[in-house]
């Protein structure tokens, strides 16, 4: 019996992205929205695909072209897993494809430092932490500075009365 060595293709994991189902309207308006602009499909048929997940959205890819393919769409709130499972893979209906999709939106996306609209989401929320934290901060201790806060803190008997004292 012959063996054959197996040559680098052969050896080269393919990676698949599959589209899990959608938690919410929303995101799947977004998702559809997403794949119509990139993709060359219609709104119809963008919604075809979500509505029928899990499906495998692309498949034959290498590592690192899945992950920038999955970075891009998560910002839409997809669920999408990126798998060299096949066991997996037949499980799921797949996308046909008339003509490969270009990954142009890629290389726009990747040109940039950083998405802009995860950074702004996360400079919101960070403002939305800091003014909660400071309506907490104000219940708590009323009007008073930080300064006075630490100090009361550090010790009551040094700290200056906001009230008259009655024993005194």
């Given at each position: 019996m012959l063996f054959k060595k197996?040559?680098?293709?052969?050896?080269?994991d393919i990676w698949a992205l599959v589209l899990n189902s959608l938690p919410n309207e929303i995101a799947k308006s977004?998702?559809?929205?997403?794949?119509?602009?990139?993709?060359?499909?219609s709104i119809e048929e963008a919604s075809d695909l979500v509505d029928n997940t899990p499906i495998i959205l692309l498949e034959g890819l290498?590592?690192?072209?899945?992950?920038?393919?999955?970075?891009?769409?998560?910002?839409?709130g997809a669920d999408?897993?990126?798998t060299e499972d096949r066991t997996f893979q037949r499980r799921c209906f797949r996308a046909v494809w008339p003509s490969p999709p270009k990954f142009d939106f890629i290389?726009?996306?990747?040109?940039?430092?950083?998405?802009?609209?995860?950074?702004q989401k996360e400079d919101d929320l960070n403002e939305v932490i800091r003014q909660s934290n400071s309506a907490i901060l104000k219940s708590l201790y009323g009007s008073k500075s930080s300064e006075e806060k630490i100090d009361e803190e550090r010790d009551p008997a040094q700290a200056t009365p906001n009230t008259p004292n009655e024993f005194e």
């Open positions: 197996k040559t680098n293709t052969e050896t080269k977004r998702m559809i929205e997403c794949m119509a602009k990139v993709f060359p499909i290498d590592q690192v072209t899945g992950e920038q393919v999955q970075n891009y769409f998560l910002a839409t999408l897993i990126l290389e726009s996306e990747s040109e940039s430092v950083s998405n802009p609209s995860l950074a």
